[in-house]
């Protein structure tokens, strides 16, 4: 049976600290998770030629961490509330950077992006349509990068 190892460790200890959780691999929860994230972005595109740019950013960051989570659930991992989306994007780094890296990386700055517009400090930053656009298609990219993902990555 293949084993992927890249990374096994920082998973070993995520899942040792509570982070991620071991459960029944399934590439059909796997595929559902990636066409809800293919939803999520239709929809972001839609409201954000609505001009709801705020709104557009949370659903696009989803699908984002959907796509991630997906991979993940092929494999048997599921994040924890207490590893929370942090978790996903270390787990993902942690396997596929690289070669993947590159296209997942940008995921964590939409995590601190997300946090703050849902839980803004005084005087936050209000999201423009223009960021907001060119974080769409960053999400729609890390979906893309998923999809075969969970085709081929083993359970872990």
């Known amino acids: 049976m293949l084993r992927w190892e890249q990374g096994r460790a920082v ?25 809800m994230a293919d939803t999520k972005l239709v929809s972001a595109a839609a409201l954000l030629d609505l001009g709801d740019a705020s709104s557009a950013f949370g659903l696009a960051y989803d699908a984002a961490r ?11 991992l599921r994040p924890k509330t207490s590893g929370g989306h942090l978790a996903v994007y270390e787990a993902a780094m942690a396997q596929l950077d690289p070669p993947m890296g590159g296209k997942i990386r ?31 298609a960053i999400a729609s990219s890390i979906v893309d990068v998923a999809r075969p993902l969970i085709e081929t990555m083993p359970v872990y």
């Open 66 to 76: 959907l796509a991630l989570t997906a991979v993940l659930a092929a494999q048997g």
């Open 106 to 136: 940008p995921f964590d700055r939409l995590r601190r992006t997300r946090n703050e517009a849902q839980y803004p400090s005084f005087g936050g930053q209000e999201l423009d349509q223009a960021d907001v656009r060119s974080d769409l």
């Open 11 to 35: 998973i070993d200890a995520m899942i040792e600290s509570n982070r991620l959780e071991l459960v029944p691999a399934s590439r059909d929860h796997a595929n559902e998770l990636v066409g």
